[in-house]
């Protein structure tokens, strides 16, 4: 069940003021804290609740919840703690006050291409220490990249995909792609992986940052080249 606001949770310690976004797994909330601080609350869903699975779903939500906490950067959102609340876990994180990049292109447009390069050197930076730790975020999009409102600041979210990984080693992972996203080995769950996975889909955001059009899929992209065909990804120049 969707919690409501002035739900409350931990006896008054959080309490539930808004829904701020529901995907595939999860669902965060808009909340405060008891000394009134604003606080994002991300838990599973209710879609996830009703599997015979939850409680492996559960024990992966957790895991990204210790992954995210050993990512500290100023560019990665950042966990305050983890609690239990109705038998579900919660991830209690900063809020961030701003918007996700995919949602400020789809209202504004292309983004200028100094301002696209500082939020990619901005998520990078944070991709490297992410990389440092032995995970994979594998799902870097422009969705998953908050912006503050002031514009000066880019913030890397949603770590529900990451993986641990050891570079170039053949590994097993679920499969999962944003397309136009995700490299052509996140297509395969047995394959060959890296900090270039990730690299893929920051190249790819910063692409759909400046030509306000989500890139060709690594799959249609693999298809023409094995085939003796050009690239269909039309250069960022030409785009539009």
């Not at 989500?214 to 799959?219: D, G, K, L, Q």
């Amino acid at each position: 069940m969707v919690w409501q606001p002035h739900t409350q949770l931990q006896n008054g310690k959080y309490t539930i003021q808004k829904t701020l976004g529901e995907g595939g797994f999860g669902i965060t909330y808009l909340a405060t804290d008891e000394t009134g601080k604003p606080v994002a609350i991300k838990t599973l869903n209710d879609n996830i609740r009703k599997r015979r699975d939850f409680n492996q779903c559960q024990e992966d939500f957790l895991n990204e919840a210790l992954r995210l906490a050993q990512c500290r950067h100023p560019h990665v959102v950042r966990v305050r703690q983890v609690i239990q609340h109705d038998s579900l876990w919660c991830i209690i994180m900063d809020y961030i006050d701003g918007t996700n990049l995919g949602r400020w292109v789809e209202k504004e447009g292309a983004l200028p291409e100094t301002q696209a390069l500082r939020y990619i050197r901005q998520i990078g930076d944070a991709l490297r220490v992410v990389h440092q730790q032995g995970f994979l975020h594998r799902d870097v999009k422009p969705l998953n990249i908050l912006v503050k409102n002031d514009l000066a600041q880019a913030v890397l979210i949603d770590f529900g995909m990451a993986r641990e990984f050891t570079p170039n080693l053949t590994q097993v992972h679920t499969e999962y792609v944003s397309r136009g996203f995700a490299p052509i080995e996140q297509y395969d769950r047995r394959s060959r992986r890296g900090a270039y996975t990730d690299v893929y889909g920051l190249a790819a955001t910063l692409y759909a940052l400046v030509t306000a059009e989500v890139p060709e899929s690594a799959t249609a992209r693999d298809h023409h080249i094995a085939r003796g065909k050009p690239d269909p990804l039309i250069p960022p120049q030409q785009s539009g």
